[in-house]
Each structure stands twice: as C-alpha cells, then as structure tokens.
C-alpha cells in the first residue's frame, strides 16, 4: 500500500539557520504531496501542496518540490524562526481512491532563539 | 467562517464505557474524513463518509467502532466498550469534494484518555 517516510526527529535549530525534513514516498498512482504542521494542542494545518511531477508547493517562506524521479517532497525553509517550532507531517493523497491522506510519522522542530 | 468544529476536546472514560466524538465540518463541506493519532506517531486515517453514506471504513477497527454522519447534524464517531488502546487523538478533517485542489482542513481534535 502507500507509504510515507520522513526523516526521523527531533530537529532541533538556532534561529534564522536552513531547515531541511526529508520526506519520500511510496504510491501505486501519481499522488498529490502535502505538508502540514501541528503546533502542540491544535490540529494540522495545511502548508503547502503540489499535486504533480515537478511542481513546486510555497508558504510562509517554505518550500518543497515534487521530485516522481526520487520519489521525494522534502520541505526547505532558508531562515527559520522561534515560531516555527512545531511538527511537520509529510503525507500523500491517492486521486484515485477516497483521497484519504497518508502520513508519515511527523519530525518535531525546535528553534531556539 | 468556522472552521471545523470537534467536541470534546478531552474526553474521559472508563475501561468499558462508551465515547461518543462530534465532528462539524466547515459550512459548505459534505466530505468527513476521521483519522486517529497515538503517542509519538502520524495520523492513520480511520474512515471517510459523506452526507448519510460511509465511502471509505478501510482504517476502521473491525468491532466496537462505528462513525456516522447524519443528513442533519455532526458526524460522530463512536467506541463502545472502550479499552486502554483507544487512548488517543481523534481528528476529524472536512473537504468540499474529492480533488486534490480542494484540501482537507482539520480540527483540533478530540483526545481521549481510558482510565
């Protein structure tokens, strides 16, 4: 079945440092990519998305690029800031089923000042 | 514009006790998607309905689970005779319709504690 992978946490970063999370993926379809984050208490927020081969998803200064070659949408950010620090989930959608979402495991963000 | 509203937000129950969780999806939102999240762990999606219809019970547990979402009303999952492994947060997510360029958006989630 379909799998999500993402590099284990916890990541912990001083402010304004490169933020890479690695995520891969396993699917049977051409599945749309997400990363949504989970600050403690509240549920997931969507965060950026791309829903084909070499698109790039945006936001808040986060970036991650559909790569079908590698099979990855690994989530980059240039500067990170104290308020980044929160959860990130890796997850895929299949457009042909119920698009029910697929999540990786999650990798906990401490950015310290 | 709500968003997706769940409650509670922290339930509590005995070993053999039934839960009963509420989910209302965002206003114009026909599609309800539950997953569960144990400690340290992602969310593992449970189930997906539509109005009156359950479309996906792929992820559901077999016995003591069951989720509805009526024409009129939240949709609601509910654990009967609950044991200490349900401990955990239940998420409920709302769409407008199964395309990829309409994404979920969650709730903050009902967590559950078995004593």
């Known amino acids: 079945g379909d799998s999500v992978t993402q590099m284990e946490g916890p990541v912990t970063l001083s402010e304004e440092a490169f933020l890479t999370i690695n995520c891969t993926y396993t699917a049977t379809g051409y599945p749309s990519l997400f990363w949504y984050v989970q600050y403690p208490g509240e549920g997931l927020q969507l965060l950026l998305k791309?829903?084909?081969?070499?698109d790039k998803g945006s936001n808040k200064g986060f970036e991650a690029t559909y790569r079908k070659e590698t099979t990855s949408f690994h989530l980059e950010k240039g500067s990170v800031q104290v308020s980044d620090s929160a959860v990130y989930f890796c997850?895929?959608?299949?457009?042909?089923?119920?698009?029910?979402?697929?999540f990786g495991k999650g990798t906990k963000l401490t950015v310290n000042p | 514009n709500a968003g997706v509203m769940q409650n509670p937000r922290h339930l509590v129950r005995r070993r053999g006790q039934e839960a009963r969780l509420r989910c209302s999806p965002m206003?114009?939102?026909?599609?309800v998607y539950w997953y569960r999240q144990l400690p340290e762990e992602g969310l593992k999606f449970m189930v997906y309905l539509q109005k009156e219809n359950i479309i996906d019970e792929s992820g559901m547990p077999k016995e003591r689970f069951s989720a509805e979402f009526p024409k009129e009303g939240p949709s609601i999952l509910r654990i009967q005779q609950v044991v200490r492994g349900d401990s955990a947060a239940y998420f409920c997510?709302?769409?407008?319709?199964?395309?990829?360029?309409?994404?979920?958006?969650f709730g903050d989630g009902t967590r559950l504690s078995i004593l």
């Open positions: 997510a709302s769409s407008s319709g199964t395309h990829s360029n309409q994404p979920q958006h």
């Open positions: 791309a829903t084909k081969a070499d």
């Open positions: 997850a895929l959608s299949d457009l042909a089923g119920s698009e029910k979402l697929v």
């Open positions: 206003k114009g939102h026909s599609h």
